[in-house]
């Protein structure tokens, strides 16, 4: 199975750009998701990563490395609703289940 | 409007009592998903419908059933809950299970076992 690192925890100032990093090892790699959760509610879809590279959508973007097992999420220009738990999921192909494994979460605290 | 339906929001059971927790969807997608998660863990995935196949995790404990009697619903039943059977579950669902499809979740039903 999959093995997902993330930060337990962070912290930010609104208005400032913070990294949610999340490392991963995985026999085949087929995608990773991020997702935001806000204390007591469901996950919510953020982004979608396959290939390589950099993936902008808004003030959130997210970058994967495959052959780093690596991505982070970049939130720019933080509001104070962006404290949330921000949960990596990684998806392998190995037993044809394509289901996403998903990480402890990153539990980010905005503050002014 | 609503598209991934948990009710109730939060249940209560007596230990050993069964209980039965629903989910329904207006997506009409394929693929149906009962995660538990406990405090400040990631979801833990029990089993999944794709269209009427169940496929259980090899770690699910024998406790856990589901049924899928149609398209848009999903259920969870807890045959005989322990304390360590409280968290909250998260029913969720994906158009299909590979290439981009992401999974849409309901807003989960909160269980306490006392």
């Known amino acids: 199975g999959q093995n997902i690192d993330q930060p337990t925890e962070m912290t930010a100032t609104e208005g400032a750009i913070v990294q949610i990093n999340c490392t991963y090892q995985t026999s085949g790699f087929n995608g990773l998701f991020w997702y935001q959760q806000h204390a007591g509610e469901a996950p919510t879809f953020l982004s979608y990563?396959?290939?390589?590279g950099l993936e902008e959508k808004g003030r959130f973007s997210s970058f994967l490395s495959r052959s780093k097992g690596y991505s982070y999420l970049l939130l720019k220009e933080l509001q104070m609703k962006d404290s949330a738990s921000y949960l990596c999921?990684?998806?392998?192909?190995?037993?044809?289940?394509?289901?996403?494994?998903f990480g402890r979460g990153t539990s980010l605290i905005v503050h002014p | 409007d609503a598209m991934v339906i948990q009710n109730p929001r939060y249940q209560v059971t007596q230990f050993g009592k069964p209980v039965t927790l629903s989910c329904s969807q207006t997506l009409n997608h394929n693929v149906m998903y009962w995660y538990q998660q406990k405090s400040s863990q990631a979801p833990k995935l029990l089993f999944h419908?794709?269209?009427?196949?169940?496929?259980n995790e090899a770690d699910t404990p024998d406790n856990f059933q589901s049924r899928r009697p149609n398209t848009s619903f999903c259920f969870l039943d807890i045959r005989s809950p322990g304390l360590g059977d409280a968290a909250m579950y998260l029913c969720a669902t994906s158009r299909d299970r590979g290439q981009s499809n992401e999974q849409y979740f309901g807003p989960g039903t909160r269980l306490t076992v006392t």
């Open positions: 999921a990684v998806r392998d192909r190995g037993g044809g289940s394509y289901i996403p494994t």
């Open positions: 990563n396959v290939l390589d």
């Open positions: 419908y794709y269209d009427k196949d169940f496929n």
